[in-house]
């Protein structure tokens, strides 16, 4: 891998120990991908802010090196463990929230844009198209790829990082044209395929099969809720980071996608027929998607807790609008900037059986929540939950 | 002490580690396979349960798990029970940022591999790709 002059100064600490250290990190993970060089990206989306993921070990890794670093590019980054503003609802532990405010005080002093969400591209810093970005959380490098005409790879926390504060990235796998082809084509066999939960358990399906970019043929354009639900999914279930939509391919492996193997899938992540709380928002909810939920229970009462995780910007424009009045009225509950599956919140809701439209929720739930999961759309989960 | 070979390898991450082998078949997991506070592998079902792996040079084919398990090779690193060199059959993004941060020299795709046993004294360059079995 060629480095500049100027980068082999910086890998030798002449620039100071943060910069060693993001080299580092790039300079590895380009030879491990086979990288020539690295190259400039215009933005960067970093994971790894709750304290539920990264824990102590991750915790004193930031504090070390925000010292003496600053990200250099646009810099968003995911949903933590507990809202900021309001850490203390739900009666959350105080010594974890001590340790998710030390995380978020050295995000914060390395210069990041406090978005706290994994939805950056609804509403935050958003560059131009075909631009080279390097953003981890596998919803949004997915999304990245396939929606906005974005180029990143599958990064990690770490690799994110490295690449915010160096404003650089290893030019290796999707940011090359070449490796941006699909390497296997699904054949949707379905009439009618639409909505959130059959994009979900389409992406969901996909993400198994290959670790290449993946060609999906025969079904219409996803709206952005569809996109959003398809590229969380795939992100869970595999290390894809790409997929493209009726594209003429030919001479790649041809796999079918039908009745049988929706079916299947949907038995995979649903393991029960009823929840005794709701979880929407995982993606983050925009702003339209909130509008949605407060026309389906406008004027009715819920009779279990529900909760709605979406970015503190999405929710301040539905308090304007009056949707989240409506949804608050009806006794949904808002968590704004947490994450709906790496929380405490979860388990002090003191359920075992939890309702979600979201793939991606019903697989984390399950594994790091222990909860069983019944996954259906989110019209069919407030029907039955209301009076 | 006696050179019994040379091998070439894809260096990783650079520095320069050397101690005894210690080899096994199975994936680790960070997060919950190995304890940074004593150096030890603490996942029961894993071949290497119980051992100590600070200052040994540990060969396995590659990690699992979460990905905070790069956060782990640093604590270890701190603890001062680090591994002192790692060698991959192919490496993953866990590993390589891992060792990136705590300094750890790295090489995987070994030729002859096979032919390291444990225990055998081995040095790797991470920075060159190679190892060699002394």
Known sequence: LYLTNDEERALNGEHGEALEIAYRILLSIGRLTDASHLIKISSAHVSGVSYSTIGDYGKEFLENLSINAKVSVPTTVNPAGVDPRNPYDFNINGDYIQEQMKIIEAYKKLGIIDSFTCTPYEGFYLPSKGSHVSWAESSASVYANSILNLRTNRESALSALASAITSKTPYSELHLDELRKPVLSIQIKMDEFSGSMKFGLLGYFAGRITRGPIALQNIKNPNPSEAKALCAAMGTSGASGMFMINENVDKVERVDFTDNELKKVYDDLNDNEKGDAIVLGCPHLNVNEIHEISELIRDRKLNKKCLIFCSRMAYEEAKQKGYADNIEKAGGKFVCNACAVFTPIISHLGVDRVATNSCKAAHYLKRVQKVSINLKDAKEILDESCR | ?134
Not at chain 2, 97 to 118: F, H, T
């Open chain 2, 1 to 134: 002490m006696i050179m019994r070979g040379v091998f070439r390898a894809r260096g990783l991450v650079d520095g320069l580690g050397w101690g005894e082998a210690l080899i096994t078949n199975s994936p680790i997991s960070f997060l919950e396979g190995v304890d940074p506070e004593q150096g030890k592998i603490m996942d029961k079902s894993h071949e290497l349960f119980g051992l100590r792996i600070d200052e040994k040079v540990l060969v396995f084919p590659h990690s699992v798990g979460s990905s905070v398990g790069a956060y782990v090779l640093y604590k270890l690193k701190k603890n001062g029970k680090a591994p002192s060199a790692i060698i991959n059959l192919r490496s993953d993004n866990i590993t390589v940022s891992g060792c990136a941060i705590a300094k750890i020299p790295l090489v995987d795709m070994v030729e002859g591999l096979s032919l390291i046993g444990n225990r055998d004294f081995i040095m790797v360059n991470g920075s060159s790709g190679s190892v060699i079995v002394y």
